[in-house]
């Protein structure tokens, strides 16, 4: 099955895809004058609009409970799919969105961003990814808010060089170095030098071609040898994935494409998947992978994707 084919004609539908693609940050004119004479050309696209529009401010205000166990929702077509389809993407997708706003630098998905800072350190930003400076006199230090970040640090031995994540921190000791996030912690690669890793009341040094890694609140793990030009593939527009659990692979993927790929029982995203794919074409990397492993996709719109066999 195709991952780009045409979007789908339900205005359901495509009213979902642009409420999700808003979330995702402010539209291009381009994209905005698309949705401005896509509202007018129809009354009931204003309306399904509007009621995607209450769908998501639902979902937020109840981001904090579980919902309520639902029925079963029986195979019988396009339409009765359709509601379930709008659900799904909007709890999936309404994440933390005031980062982009409270964030110095960010990035969107599958946008990428390098950075000078005023100390002349350079930090080059992963797809979906953002930071905040809190640089003095005395100390530079930044916070990685989400996804990942590669930083090249300006020699200042008078003021260190600090990257705070997931509760625990990592400074610099004249060196390069990639940061990244996940559900749970952090991990950090050095490729130049060294880093002093410190996280749940323990220190841990690494040096040039090590990782470690730590979940919040726990101590960073010993750091050992690191295939690092796998870790930081992206910088180069690859994603290099070896013997890993497929559920992670499309979380990887999820920060270079709008939407959500997902998987329609457990045992589907624990299959193991290897290869090389680039990031700024995520379409094919699905095809590819549906391929690889001999599944199916079924396309309830243009930002929710199941997979199954």
């Excluded at 391929?291 to 396309?299: V, W």
Aim: charged share 25%; glycine share 8%; proline share 4%.
């Amino acid at each position: 099955m195709s991952f780009d084919s045409d979007t789908p004609e339900d205005p359901h539908d495509i009213a979902v895809d642009w409420v999700l693609r808003k979330k995702e940050g402010p539209l291009t004119r381009k994209e905005q004058a698309a949705l401005d004479a896509w509202l007018a050309a129809d009354t009931a696209h204003a309306a399904a609009f509007r009621e995607a529009e209450g769908l998501s401010a639902e979902f937020a205000a109840l981001s904090v409970r579980r919902p309520a166990k639902q029925a079963p929702v029986r195979r019988r077509g396009r339409p009765v799919m359709a509601g379930a389809a709008a659900a799904m993407a909007l709890a999936l997708l309404l994440g933390d969105l005031s980062i982009p706003f409270v964030a110095d630098y960010s990035t969107g998905a599958g946008e990428t961003r390098r950075v000078t800072l005023a100390d002349g350190s350079h930090v080059e930003l992963g797809a979906r990814s953002a930071i905040t400076l809190h640089f003095t006199p005395a100390r530079r230090r930044l916070t990685l808010l989400r996804g990942e970040a590669w930083f090249d640090v300006a020699p200042d031995a008078s003021r260190p060089f600090v990257v705070e994540a997931a509760g625990g921190s990592a400074t610099a000791l004249g060196t390069s170095f990639d940061v990244a996030l996940d559900e749970n912690g952090a991990r950090v690669t050095v490729t130049e030098h060294s880093v002093s890793v410190a996280s749940g009341g323990a220190e841990v040094v690494a040096r040039e071609g090590q990782e470690t890694s730590f979940l919040r609140g726990s101590s960073a793990s010993a750091p050992a040898g690191a295939n690092v030009a796998k870790l930081t593939a992206w910088r180069r527009g690859r994603l290099i994935v070896e013997d890993e659990a497929l559920g992670d692979v499309l979380a990887m993927l999820g920060r270079y494409r709008h939407g959500v790929v997902y998987c329609l029982r457990r045992e589907i995203c624990a299959r193991r998947v290897t290869g090389v794919y680039r990031t700024d074409d995520p379409t094919q990397a699905l095809a590819d992978i549906e391929t690889a492993l001999g599944l199916s996709a079924y396309r309830l719109s243009n930002y929710l994707i199941l997979l199954h066999e």
